[in-house]
């Protein structure tokens, strides 16, 4: 089915390591975001591509880099992860100016 | 202030209630999303819509853009609509997503 593949679901980090989480989707989207989610708070935006080739920063960047390795494929790292990046993360593509489709999301944990 | 704000934060009601969730906003927009997320799910978008009213099934979705206010009702409410609804604003300045922090809805049986 076409839609925002992540990968991985679920993973836990010890402090310090870095792991990098993968988004890619067959849409032929130009934009794709990273968001993540904490409890009691909206979504907040970390990283966007426009299209590829660029990436901007977006509310909270601290702590993350972003790849956007064609236009299917918008990554995420973190290089030392820290335990206020325990979060879910999504990423989104965007068709147009309204038409976003959301990945199933990634729950990570750092302890 | 947030720039976007939902109200309730929590919602319990009985099968069979009309729902009412309240979105106000204080930023330019184009339009305004209706998201669903059900417990370690996804998020599905339900509407999006720039004026008036969207109707797909039990729910129905309006905007007031002088009043900036947005409202999701559910008619005939049923546990499986038993999820978080967040509303989301598009930014008109650079369409960008500005996310409220979402409806804890409970229906229960």
């Known amino acids: 089915n076409a839609g925002v593949t992540q990968t991985p679901k679920f993973q836990v980090l010890k402090t310090g390591q870095s792991m990098t989480l993968q988004c890619a989707q067959d849409?032929?989207?130009?934009?794709m975001y990273w968001y993540r989610q904490d409890p009691g708070m909206g979504l907040r935006l970390i990283y966007y591509?426009?299209?590829?080739?660029?990436?901007d920063k977006g509310e909270v960047p601290n702590g993350y880099n972003v790849s956007r390795l064609n236009k299917r494929e918008f990554s995420l790292r973190l290089e030392s992860a820290a335990p206020s990046q325990t979060s879910v993360y999504f990423c989104?593509?965007?068709?147009?100016?309204?038409?976003?489709?959301f990945g199933s999301g990634t729950r990570l944990t750092v302890v | 202030k947030n720039e976007v704000e939902q109200s309730p934060q929590n919602l319990t009601a009985q099968e069979g209630e009309f729902i009412t969730i309240n979105c106000s906003y204080s930023v330019g927009i184009s339009a305004l999303h209706w998201l669903q997320q059900h417990p370690g799910g996804g998020i599905v978008s339900l509407f999006m819509?720039?004026?008036?009213?969207k109707k797909h099934g039990r729910l129905i979705a309006t905007i007031n853009i002088q009043e900036k206010h947005s409202s999701l009702h559910i008619t005939a409410s049923h546990p499986r609509d038993s999820a978080v609804y967040i509303c989301?604003?598009?930014?008109?300045?650079?369409?960008?997503?500005?996310w409220g922090a979402g409806t804890k809805l409970i229906i229960k049986p």
């Open positions: 989104a593509s965007r068709r147009g100016l309204f038409g976003y489709t």
């Open positions: 849409m032929n989207h130009n934009s």
């Open positions: 819509l720039s004026s008036g009213k």
């Open positions: 989301a604003v598009l930014m008109d300045s650079n369409y960008q997503l500005i």
């Open positions: 591509s426009a299209s590829e080739g660029t990436t």
